[in-house]
Nanobody
């Protein structure tokens, strides 16, 4: 099982970026999916989360600017980031709680999986 994050880059303040996170491999089901970020010298923080049914949650600092969504058929999650600020600069990580198949095709218990991170840099 692999989570592949993409879409980061360098953008000026006020600009937009769209991050994607695609899950692949032998997956039985995906529960919650989330975006985290970690800025230099700071702890990793939860930015936004979306349940299988589409319920969303956001950290206060991004409410009204970021939108999280997912396409269950494509096993892909997105983060649309608008009105970006320099303080949004961080490495963004995707996370999924999912059930993978074992080698004998029996679903395993839910477990956390992480993507490799994508850098978002917002210049002032």
């Amino acid at each position: 099982v692999q989570l592949q994050a993409s879409g980061g880059g360098l953008v000026q303040a006020g600009g937009s970026l769209r991050l994607s996170c695609a899950a692949s491999g032998s997956i039985f089901s995906i529960n919650d999916m989330s975006w985290y970020r970690q800025a230099p010298g700071k702890q990793r923080e939860l930015v936004a989360a979306v349940s299988f049914g589409g319920t969303t949650n956001y950290v206060d600092s991004v409410k009204g600017r970021f939108t999280i969504s997912r396409d269950n058929a494509k096993k892909t999650m997105y983060l649309q980031m608008n009105s970006l600020k320099p303080e949004d600069t961080a490495v963004y990580y995707c996370n999924a709680v999912l059930r993978a198949f074992s080698g004998s095709l029996v679903p395993r218990p839910p477990a956390d999986y992480w993507g490799q991170g994508t850098q978002v840099t917002v210049s002032s």
